[in-house]
Protein backbone atom coordinates (compact mmCIF):
# COMPACT_ATOMS: atom_id res chain seq x y z
CA UNK A 1 0.00 0.00 0.00
CA UNK A 2 1.43 3.55 -1.01
CA UNK A 3 1.83 5.66 1.91
CA UNK A 4 0.79 9.15 1.68
CA UNK A 5 4.13 10.82 1.38
CA UNK A 6 4.21 8.68 -1.72
CA UNK A 7 1.11 9.55 -2.94
CA UNK A 8 2.46 13.42 -2.53
CA UNK A 9 5.30 12.65 -4.14
CA UNK A 10 3.24 11.19 -6.99
CA UNK A 11 1.00 14.07 -7.30
CA UNK A 12 4.14 16.43 -7.36
CA UNK A 13 5.91 14.82 -9.73
CA UNK A 14 2.95 14.58 -12.09
CA UNK A 15 2.16 17.92 -11.98
CA UNK A 16 5.82 19.23 -12.90
CA UNK A 17 5.28 16.64 -15.60
CA UNK A 18 1.87 18.15 -16.93
CA UNK A 19 3.98 21.83 -16.52
CA UNK A 20 6.99 21.32 -18.33
CA UNK A 21 4.45 19.43 -20.95
CA UNK A 22 2.67 22.61 -21.36
CA UNK A 23 5.82 24.83 -20.78
CA UNK A 24 7.13 23.13 -23.70
CA UNK A 25 4.27 23.24 -26.24
CA UNK A 26 3.57 26.73 -25.61
CA UNK A 27 7.57 28.03 -25.94
CA UNK A 28 7.03 26.50 -29.13
CA UNK A 29 3.76 28.00 -30.29
CA UNK A 30 4.22 31.95 -28.43
CA UNK A 31 7.59 31.56 -30.40
CA UNK A 32 6.30 30.10 -33.67
CA UNK A 33 3.88 33.03 -33.58
CA UNK A 34 6.79 35.71 -32.42
CA UNK A 35 8.83 34.69 -35.22
CA UNK A 36 6.37 35.01 -37.88
CA UNK A 37 5.94 31.56 -39.10
CA UNK A 38 4.34 31.73 -41.88
CA UNK A 39 1.93 29.27 -40.82
CA UNK A 40 1.11 31.85 -37.96
CA UNK A 41 0.84 34.92 -40.19
CA UNK A 42 -1.70 33.18 -42.48
CA UNK A 43 -3.90 31.59 -39.57
CA UNK A 44 -3.63 35.19 -37.53
CA UNK A 45 -4.43 37.05 -41.46
CA UNK A 46 -7.70 34.41 -41.50
CA UNK A 47 -8.81 35.70 -37.98
CA UNK A 48 -9.33 39.19 -39.51
CA UNK A 49 -8.00 40.96 -36.29
CA UNK A 50 -4.45 41.87 -38.05
CA UNK A 51 -1.12 40.96 -36.94
CA UNK A 52 -1.24 42.62 -33.51
CA UNK A 53 -3.03 40.23 -32.16
CA UNK A 54 -0.33 37.36 -33.09
CA UNK A 55 2.17 38.99 -31.17
CA UNK A 56 -0.06 39.68 -28.41
CA UNK A 57 -1.14 36.08 -28.44
CA UNK A 58 2.72 34.96 -29.36
CA UNK A 59 3.87 36.92 -25.91
CA UNK A 60 0.96 36.06 -23.67
CA UNK A 61 1.70 32.10 -24.76
CA UNK A 62 5.48 32.44 -23.77
CA UNK A 63 5.16 34.58 -21.02
CA UNK A 64 2.69 32.12 -19.30
CA UNK A 65 5.20 28.97 -20.35
CA UNK A 66 8.11 31.03 -18.64
CA UNK A 67 5.59 30.78 -16.03
CA UNK A 68 5.05 27.31 -15.63
CA UNK A 69 8.26 26.46 -14.93
CA UNK A 70 8.87 29.31 -11.87
CA UNK A 71 6.81 27.60 -8.22
CA UNK A 72 5.94 30.80 -7.59
CA UNK A 73 4.24 31.70 -10.59
CA UNK A 74 3.15 28.62 -12.10
CA UNK A 75 -0.62 29.35 -10.88
CA UNK A 76 -0.43 32.25 -12.99
CA UNK A 77 0.43 31.09 -16.04
CA UNK A 78 -1.82 28.24 -15.95
CA UNK A 79 -5.00 31.05 -15.79
CA UNK A 80 -3.50 33.13 -18.37
CA UNK A 81 -3.82 30.15 -20.73
CA UNK A 82 -7.38 29.29 -19.56
CA UNK A 83 -8.57 32.01 -21.72
CA UNK A 84 -5.77 31.82 -24.33
CA UNK A 85 -7.46 28.13 -25.48
CA UNK A 86 -10.60 28.92 -24.81
CA UNK A 87 -10.08 31.92 -27.84
CA UNK A 88 -8.11 28.94 -29.37
CA UNK A 89 -10.71 26.57 -29.34
CA UNK A 90 -13.40 29.25 -31.00
CA UNK A 91 -10.73 29.65 -33.51
CA UNK A 92 -10.63 26.16 -34.25
CA UNK A 93 -14.44 25.67 -34.61
CA UNK A 94 -14.70 28.48 -36.61
CA UNK A 95 -11.98 27.41 -39.19
CA UNK A 96 -13.55 24.01 -39.51
CA UNK A 97 -10.33 22.50 -37.51
CA UNK A 98 -10.42 19.55 -34.78
CA UNK A 99 -10.79 21.76 -31.16
CA UNK A 100 -9.57 18.66 -29.88
CA UNK A 101 -6.05 19.84 -29.41
CA UNK A 102 -6.81 22.96 -27.62
CA UNK A 103 -9.51 21.24 -25.72
CA UNK A 104 -6.63 18.66 -24.08
CA UNK A 105 -4.21 22.12 -23.42
CA UNK A 106 -7.11 23.77 -22.12
CA UNK A 107 -7.94 20.89 -19.72
CA UNK A 108 -4.25 20.58 -18.26
CA UNK A 109 -3.87 24.54 -18.02
CA UNK A 110 -6.95 24.08 -15.57
CA UNK A 111 -5.88 21.07 -13.57
CA UNK A 112 -2.23 22.82 -12.83
CA UNK A 113 -4.27 26.10 -11.72
CA UNK A 114 -6.75 24.00 -9.77
CA UNK A 115 -3.78 22.20 -8.37
CA UNK A 116 -2.02 25.19 -7.10
CA UNK A 117 -4.77 26.87 -5.95
CA UNK A 118 -3.96 27.29 -2.57
CA UNK A 119 -1.61 29.69 -4.06
CA UNK A 120 -4.10 32.50 -4.48
CA UNK A 121 -4.79 31.97 -0.95
CA UNK A 122 -1.52 32.57 -0.15
CA UNK A 123 -0.98 35.91 -1.63
CA UNK A 124 -4.47 36.85 -0.75
CA UNK A 125 -4.00 36.99 2.49
CA UNK A 126 -0.35 38.46 1.95
CA UNK A 127 -2.60 41.57 0.65
CA UNK A 128 -4.78 41.59 3.54
CA UNK A 129 -2.16 41.36 6.00
CA UNK A 130 -0.27 44.56 4.14
CA UNK A 131 -3.35 46.42 3.49
CA UNK A 132 -3.77 46.12 6.84
CA UNK A 133 -0.50 46.84 8.37
CA UNK A 134 -0.06 50.37 6.36
Do not use: C
Request: zero cysteines; a positive charge; glycine letters at 8%.
Amino acid sequence: MPTDATKKTAARVALWITQLVLAAMFLFAGGAKLAGSEKMVQLFAAIGWGQWFRYFTGAVELSAAVALLIPSAALFGAILLVPTMIGATIANLAFGQSPAPPIVLLLLAVAVAWTRRHQLQAYRGGWIIRRTVR
